[in-house]
């Protein structure tokens, strides 16, 4: 059998359809057998520009029905034209595919039916948004699902109401015993019953897509390894002055937050400069105070004896980035000429400005090729913190109250983005702005739609997750943020807020399990799981998903 590492199977924390509780899988989560409702999505996700990638199915017993695809996190895979997007093959050769990422599947004519005994294979174009189904090795044509690949993550599925199936990616070919396998893809990869089809790879680890730019084994540690990029550690105050917090990192910008007690979080970079703070639970200009974060180092940065930062005996966490060691640029690229330091493999950049008046309409350039997280602040006046998120067009949401605002003058391009007066630039105010840009197999800014349930939606990463932040779209229930330096095991239930000085707080209410790949939410609270809510969020994490077990 040729083998790259790991092959995704049925994931267990998304195996039911629709409200159904008898589902089960089995053989090593290889097998849906019988049971009413019985589904299962597999433990991988896909965005638009993955490549295409190719898995088997034999149908042990068509039952009641039987459809086969990808579809979207929240999909109800009981209901394919009323269960949101799904993209797939129904067993009488219907095609489902959905307008958008958001709408139900509409139904058409499309191929052969198939039944028990059947091989059915799906070859499936990420980047290209085609579908093409196999049944028995016979191609039954391409169809396009465009208008749902808009950047939201598909995960590959398999229902079966009734019957029985079981699920190939490349590790059996035999399908438990059934039949012969042996050919691989054209890396070398996975064990098939039939050939994959010529450029469609096995959903096996070493075809995983990531950054070329950002890898854990990469020449250059200091710019391709992950761990060089962020950090999020913890340390207790000592009240000592020019304190050492070593990072194994030359971050650029930092964030702290006393985790024992009510107070502030302090915001510093190297644009800026040392010792000039931001705070994003206030709406006040920067201050300079040396008594708390007081240099950048090549491994880290020191403290004075400030009680935002160092206080004796009380605990802190702190945030990280590396840019590019404090080192500027001036950029023109946008209406507003601004000073930018890029980290392009990392996809973070720090962008200082003045603005030039109080007119509409202006862009800014950010130094990277592309952006999907944006955070941004008046430094002179007492002003909102405002940010804008790649999976909330045409809405801005303030850092500093978690508050949502319907606006859709703002833009996030390839060199630039900007917004109208009033939330990017004002009068001829100083600004600054933190840009960061998915980075596959590193940080992932997305959002989940919520069911409500105690075993709520899995969501898929890449990576494992480090920090976490999650927003409750049209709502005011604030930035809430978790890392796995503060929770080391799972559930990860401590919880602070970039939008208030509060203390850590823990509850069961708060619960995610952080795992390999993702996170999976594991309460049904409003903060993070109401049904049919959308909620924003970014991670950060090491290492890629395609790592694991080989690293």
């Known amino acids: 059998m040729a083998s790259s590492g790991n092959f995704p199977t049925f994931n267990p924390l998304k195996y039911k359809a629709s409200s159904y509780t008898t589902s089960t899988i089995s053989n090593g989560n290889m097998k849906l057998p019988s049971g009413t409702g019985n589904a299962a999505q597999l433990n991988i996700g896909f965005v638009n520009g993955d490549g295409k990638f190719y898995f088997e199915c034999y149908i042990n017993n068509v039952g009641g029905s039987v459809h086969i695809g990808v579809c979207?996190?929240?999909?109800?895979?009981?209901?394919?034209?009323?269960?949101?997007?799904?993209?797939?093959?129904?067993?009488?050769?219907?095609?489902?595919?959905?307008?958008?990422s958001t709408s139900n599947s509409s139904s058409s004519g499309y191929g052969a039916s198939f039944t028990t005994g059947d091989y059915i294979a799906c070859a499936i174009d990420f980047t290209n948004s085609t579908f093409i189904l196999y049944k028995n090795n016979?191609?039954?044509?391409?169809?396009s699902w465009s208008g749902a690949n808009d950047g939201t993550?598909?995960?590959?599925?398999?229902?079966?109401?009734?019957?029985?199936?079981?699920?190939n990616c490349g590790q059996d070919g035999t399908f438990l015993g059934v039949t012969t396998g042996g050919n691989a893809d054209e890396n070398g990869f996975g064990d098939f019953k039939y050939s994959p089809p010529s450029t469609y790879l096995a959903m096996c680890s070493g075809n995983l897509p990531i950054s070329a730019d950002?890898?854990?084994?990469?020449?250059?540690?200091?710019?391709?390894?992950?761990?060089?990029?962020?950090?999020?550690?913890?340390?207790?105050?000592?009240?000592?002055?020019?304190?050492?917090?070593?990072?194994?990192?030359?971050p650029d910008l930092v964030v702290i937050k006393e985790t024992g007690s009510a107070n502030?979080?302090?915001?510093?970079?190297?644009?800026?400069?040392?010792?000039?703070?931001?705070?994003?639970?206030?709406?006040?200009?920067?201050?300079?105070?040396?008594?708390?974060?007081?240099?950048?180092?090549?491994?880290g940065f020191t403290l004075g004896t400030g009680g935002g930062t160092n206080n004796n005996n009380d605990s802190y966490v702190g945030y990280s980035w590396r840019a590019n060691g404090g080192t500027t640029a001036s950029n023109s690229e946008g209406s507003i000429t601004s000073t930018v330091q890029a980290n392009t493999k990392a996809g973070f950049s720090i962008a200082t400005y003045t603005s030039p008046n109080s007119s509409a309409n202006k862009t800014v350039g950010h130094g990277l090729s592309g952006v999907d997280f944006v955070i941004t602040k008046n430094r002179d006046a007492t002003f909102n913190w405002y940010c804008f998120h790649s999976a909330s067009s045409g809405k801005t949401y303030r850092l500093n109250s978690g508050t949502e605002h319907s606006y859709s003058n703002w833009s996030m391009g390839a060199t630039t983005w900007g917004s109208e007066n009033g939330y990017t630039h004002d009068g001829t105010s100083k600004f600054v702005a933190y840009a960061w840009q998915n980075v596959a197999g590193m940080q992932h800014f997305s959002s989940y739609i919520g069911n409500?349930?105690?075993?709520?939606?899995?969501?898929?990463?890449?990576f494992r997750p480090s920090i976490i932040f999650t927003l409750l779209t049209n709502s005011s229930s604030g930035w809430r943020v978790r890392d796995t330096a503060r929770d080391t095991l799972n559930p990860s239930d401590s919880i602070l807020w970039?939008?208030?000085?509060?203390?850590?707080y823990n509850s069961t209410g708060y619960n995610f399990d952080i795992l390999s790949n993702g996170f999976k939410i594991r309460n049904s609270g409003s903060d993070f799981n109401t049904n049919g809510s959308k909620y924003l969020f970014g991670a950060w994490g090491n290492p890629a998903f395609r790592y694991n077990n080989i690293f």
């Open 72 to 100: 979207v996190g929240n999909a109800d895979l009981n209901n394919t034209t009323s269960g949101n997007a799904i993209v797939g093959v129904t067993q009488s050769g219907s095609k489902l595919v959905p307008s958008n």
């Open 138 to 143: 016979s191609s039954q044509g391409s169809f």
């Open 153 to 167: 993550t598909y995960y590959p599925y398999i229902y079966c109401n009734a019957g029985a199936v079981t699920l």
């Open 214 to 250: 950002i890898d854990p084994a990469g020449d250059d540690g200091e710019t391709e390894n992950p761990t060089k990029q962020f950090n999020v550690t913890t340390w207790t105050g000592n009240s000592t002055n020019d304190r050492a917090i070593t990072l194994d990192m030359a």
């Open 264 to 299: 502030n979080w302090y915001w510093y970079d190297s644009n800026r400069g040392a010792s000039v703070g931001l705070f994003s639970n206030l709406t006040q200009g920067e201050a300079t105070d040396t008594t708390e974060l007081k240099s950048f180092t090549s491994t």
């Open 452 to 462: 409500g349930n105690t075993d709520g939606p899995f969501v898929y990463t890449g």
């Open 498 to 504: 970039w939008n208030l000085n509060f203390q850590q």
